[in-house]
């Protein structure tokens, strides 16, 4: 119940297009997911977060869907960059908890 | 200077030696985390710290240790390492809401031959 699902595991995209990496999870006291960006050689860096009071945000090219009673969330990147290339996470926490995160999706966008 | 310094980033050690991770951050925050990542595992968590006298387990805590010397400092030692334990590890902190989310250090990758 704690896990946090993510898919895929990788991903490519040609460049202008829209990548979208999903999560689902099971424990329904979940009130906060984030997503991290990590670049190679790098640590994860927060991208943008919800709270499951809202169904959307959006964040430049980066918008979080959210879909409560589906228990899944997901991260699209509109008109996709070749400098969008890295590894997301997504990430679930109680409160003010420690986060639970996916297991990553390797996103490679083509120029 | 970075905010989550961790040394050494490169390490190579023998199977059986003892190892110590090195971290250490400039936010002021109270909480620390040790994460190692795997490729198709994710980060998952080994110990945690919400303050200087309150370690905690992870989900993978088996054959390490941590000590948190000060508000600012957090170690991750391998007692006795092995090759399965090589990897890519991160320290990450935060403030007591998580308001900004984690900071995470740039890493240590670690072999264990």
């Known amino acids: 119940q704690q896990q946090v699902k993510q898919s895929p595991q990788s991903l490519i995209v040609q460049k202008g297009g829209i990548s979208i990496i999903n999560c689902a999870y099971e424990?329904?006291?979940?009130?906060?997911f984030p997503w991290y960006q990590q670049f190679p050689g790098k640590g994860p860096a927060l991208l943008i977060a919800?709270?499951?009071?809202?169904s959307e945000k959006k964040e430049g090219r980066f918008t979080i869907s959210f879909n409560k009673s589906a228990k899944q969330f997901s991260l699209h990147i509109m008109d996709s960059q070749p400098g969008d290339s890295a590894t997301y996470f997504c990430?679930?926490?109680?409160?003010?908890?420690?986060?639970?995160f996916g297991t990553g999706t390797r996103l490679k966008v083509l120029a | 200077d970075a905010d989550v310094t961790q040394t050494p980033r490169n390490r190579i050690t023998k199977t059986g030696k003892r190892i110590m991770l090195e971290c250490s951050q400039t936010?002021?925050?109270?909480?620390m985390y040790w994460y190692r990542q795997d490729p198709g595992l994710g980060l998952r968590l080994i110990y945690y710290?919400?303050?200087?006298?309150?370690?905690n387990k992870g989900e993978i805590s088996d054959g390490y240790s941590v000590s948190r010397q000060a508000q600012a400092k957090f170690s991750l030692s391998l007692e006795s390492a092995i090759p399965n334990q090589t990897a890519l590890y991160f320290c990450?902190?935060?403030?007591?809401?998580?308001?900004?989310?984690?900071?995470f250090g740039s890493g240590t990758r670690l072999t264990v031959v």
């Open positions: 990450a902190t935060s403030d007591n809401r998580q308001q900004h989310g984690y900071t």
């Open positions: 424990n329904t006291a979940f009130d906060y």
């Open positions: 919800i709270r499951p009071d809202v």
């Open positions: 990430a679930a926490s109680i409160g003010t908890y420690k986060y639970i």
């Open positions: 936010k002021g925050h109270d909480r």
């Open positions: 710290s919400f303050d200087v006298k309150d370690i």
